[in-house]
């Protein structure tokens, strides 16, 4: 029996359906906004800053069994 899953009507950001914008990716995003989204992950992960990017650093450092600094100040 196949599993059914759920996939976005609409864009989150600016709320048009597939009528208006065509296809919607599976995370919700009509493909202006999902080409604006990975655009902007490039250029944090090229700049080594950002929200993004930070992210990524983190959950490289636990996924080699490290912990992040920033993580004991939140709980200090």
Same mark, same amino acid.
């Given at each position: #029996? %196949? $599993? &059914? +899953?759920? +996939?976005? *009507? @609409?864009? @989150?950001?600016?709320? !048009? =359906?597939? @009528?208006?914008v %065509?296809?919607i &990716?599976?995370?919700g995003?009509? *493909?202006? +906004? *999902? !080409?604006?989204r #990975? /655009? /902007? =992950?490039?250029?944090q #992960?090229? *700049? $080594? &800053? %950002?929200? =993004?990017f930070? !992210?990524?650093? +983190?959950?490289m450092?636990r996924?080699?069994g %490290?912990?992040?600094?920033?993580?004991?100040k939140d709980?200090a």
């Amino acid at each position: #029996m %196949g $599993r &059914s +899953h759920f +996939h976005p *009507a @609409r864009c @989150r950001v600016c709320d !048009k =359906n597939e @009528r208006e914008v %065509g296809q919607i &990716s599976q995370r919700g995003y009509c *493909a202006e +906004h *999902a !080409k604006e989204r #990975m /655009e /902007e =992950n490039v250029d944090q #992960m090229l *700049a $080594r &800053s %950002g929200p =993004n990017f930070t !992210k990524w650093r +983190h959950g490289m450092i636990r996924c080699a069994g %490290g912990i992040v600094l920033d993580d004991l100040k939140d709980t200090a």
